[in-house]
């Protein structure tokens, strides 16, 4: 390499480094719209059953924290989360197409008015006391839709079948199609039967949150 070849790549080299070392900047346009085809033919139809691992309403992502979408889609990809059809779509994935992805659905369906800091509605005395074991609004907060970090979900108001779902998938182990690795969630699902995990995500799908499905058109 020459002298002057030599003084070129040094002078380049912070630059390469910055672009290396900034984060992806996610879009909400036309090409995050694109790339959200492939997920409009589940969370796009409001109602929609999955059958794996058991009938369940797909989970309402619209209006979901970003930072949590990313964090999703990053652990079906890695394997982290276990899931077939999740895996599959989650494998391609670029960095960029996740952050695309996790911004637009973030964008849809903002809600006009804001929730109560706490929900209107208390659990019964049971409820509230396996609430109190889990310590569930030390992470998603008092409304169960402010969560402490945005990689965490925002739970109230989800379809309650899918949250049952959520939960035993964290108690399951060495299952190669269903199972989720996190461990905080796993040592907070594993102390509970799973009629009290489904007496849990009745509760907090009862309450008012800010998760929607928006429909699709089918003329794209």
């Not at 794996?52 to 209006?63: A, K, L, N």
């Not at 973030?106 to 074991?133: I, M, Y």
């Not at 849990?200 to 794209?220: D, H, K, N």
Request: aromatic share 8%.
């Amino acid at each position: 390499m020459t002298t002057s070849a030599f003084k070129i790549v040094s002078a380049l080299l912070p630059m390469w480094f910055a672009l290396a070392a900034a984060p992806v900047q996610a879009e909400t346009g036309q090409a995050s719209n694109s790339k959200a085809a492939m997920c409009i033919g589940c969370h796009g139809i409001p109602g929609y059953q999955a059958s794996f691992p058991e009938v369940h309403r797909v989970p309402m992502i619209s209006g979901q924290n970003a930072a949590y979408i990313a964090s999703a889609l990053k652990a079906y990809r890695k394997g982290d989360r276990k899931h077939p059809t999740m895996k599959g779509v989650a494998a391609p994935l670029s960095d960029q197409d996740i952050a695309d992805l996790s911004a637009f659905y973030e964008a849809q369906a903002p809600r006009t008015q804001p929730l109560p800091a706490t929900p209107a509605q208390p659990p019964s005395a049971h409820v509230g006391e396996l609430l109190k074991r889990a310590n569930c609004v030390s992470c998603h907060g008092e409304n169960f839709s402010k969560p402490i970090d945005p990689s965490y979900p925002k739970l109230a108001g989800q379809h309650p079948d899918y949250l049952y779902v959520a939960l035993k998938a964290y108690q399951t182990k060495g299952n190669p199609q269903v199972g989720r690795a996190n461990p905080i969630m796993g040592g907070m699902a594993l102390q509970f039967s799973h009629a009290e995990l489904k007496e849990l995500a009745q509760y907090i799908g009862s309450l008012p949150g800010e998760l929607r499905t928006v429909p699709q058109s089918r003329f794209r």
